[in-house]
């Protein structure tokens, strides 16, 4: 899977988030890309070849070759939609978690429904952004899954709620006996915050945030801050900015 870089230099003011730095020399974060559209692999590309912190190692619309590519290159972060020739996005970051933990992977894609969005977690995603989404949410979502561990766009997250609300109607009989604060900080990981920010946010040390998450999790059986966001959301916890 060659790296192709675009002769076009896309000249964009939009304003983005520091990115963290990533493997490459010069802590060049490491980018790899799939889609089964030529036009979306070859567009993206170009936009983040314009971010000089980014170098793009490869882009395929195949889920085989994709997995591959990963696997031989190690980039820092994959950003891929779910429909791929081959194999589809969700077996192809299965494959992906299992070998290569440290490879970050953010679904960008076309589908916003809750099931799209609830299957891509379950593969083990980190961050999920629909595709209508501008190149700074892009960024933002890359920032995020890094920093905060997992991310959905605002403007899908109700969907995803809604889906987990129709499909699984939690009573208060089914949900861990959370205290207030556990709660509290269970939701704000979800919303994608970072223990630091928790902190700041509810006047508490990172320590003590830190216990918080992690009798949340033990309470709910969560591995990860992925789990952890998948139970506030079938619990309700999430909350959604209007």
Known sequence: MPDKKSGNHMSTNIPSPSLPAGSGPGGL??????????????????????????????????????????????PDLLIFDNAMSGLNGAEAVRRIGAQKPRTRLLCLSSRDDARSVREAFDAGVHGYVAKRSGFAALLEAID???????????????????????????????????????????????????????????NLSMKTVGTHREHVMEKIG?????????????????????
């Open 29 to 74: 974060l490491r980018v790899a890309i799939g889609d089964e559209h030529t036009i979306a692999r070859e567009g993206l590309a170009a936009l983040l070849h314009a971010k000089e912190t980014i170098r793009v190692t490869g882009s395929t619309g195949d889920g085989r070759e994709c997995v591959r590519h990963v696997l031989r290159e190690e």
């Open 144 to 202: 995020r899954v890094f920093r905060s561990g997992c991310y959905v766009s605002p403007d899908i997250a109700h969907v995803l709620v809604e889906g987990f609300r129709g499909r699984h109607d939690t009573s208060a009989a089914d949900v861990p006996a959370l205290t207030a604060r556990e709660r509290e900080v269970a939701r704000l990981y979800a919303e994608g915050l970072g223990t630091r920010d928790i902190a700041s946010r509810l």
């Open 222 to 242: 969560a591995r990860s801050i992925a789990h952890l966001t998948r139970y506030a959301i079938r619990a309700g916890l999430v909350r959604i900015d209007d």
